[in-house]
């Protein structure tokens, strides 16, 4: 039905719009947090100076004039968290690490039994 060109945008949208509820409906699940996040202009905004660096899409290394060198993926990860972050109320500051985002640390408290972190 997406070949469609008349209704591919309208099936499109609906199955984003399907995916986001199915999304915030397991955070609630779940209880994480989740924030709808405008994805423009997110990898070409630089996520230390913040200047946007005009790129085209077969581009995928952010380099800008503030010395800022990192993968396009990663630009716009840094930027949908601070974006996210920013909506939530969080302060402070976040450093992005592949393994931790990734959940292959788990947190652990001194002196704790593992069973207590878990029911708490």
């Known amino acids: 039905m997406a070949k469609n060109h008349c209704l591919a945008k309208s099936i499109n949208d609906a199955s984003w719009y399907q995916f ?10 779940f209880g994480k947090v989740t924030v709808a996040v ?5 990898s070409q905004e630089c996520s230390s100076c913040g200047a946007i660096v005009k790129k085209t899409l077969s581009t995928r290394t952010q380099v800008c004039q503030c010395g800022c060198l990192m993968d396009r993926d990663f630009n716009a990860a ?3 968290l601070s974006r996210g972050l920013a909506t939530v109320g969080h ?3 976040f450093a992005l690490d592949a393994s931790n985002a990734l959940g292959d640390e788990s947190s652990t408290f001194a002196g704790e039994i593992l069973h207590q972190q878990v029911m708490s």
């Open 20 to 29: 986001r509820i199915w999304f915030e409906y397991f955070g609630k699940v």
């Open 38 to 42: 405008n994805p423009q202009y997110t």
């Open 78 to 80: 840094r930027n949908i």
């Open 91 to 93: 302060t402070g500051s």
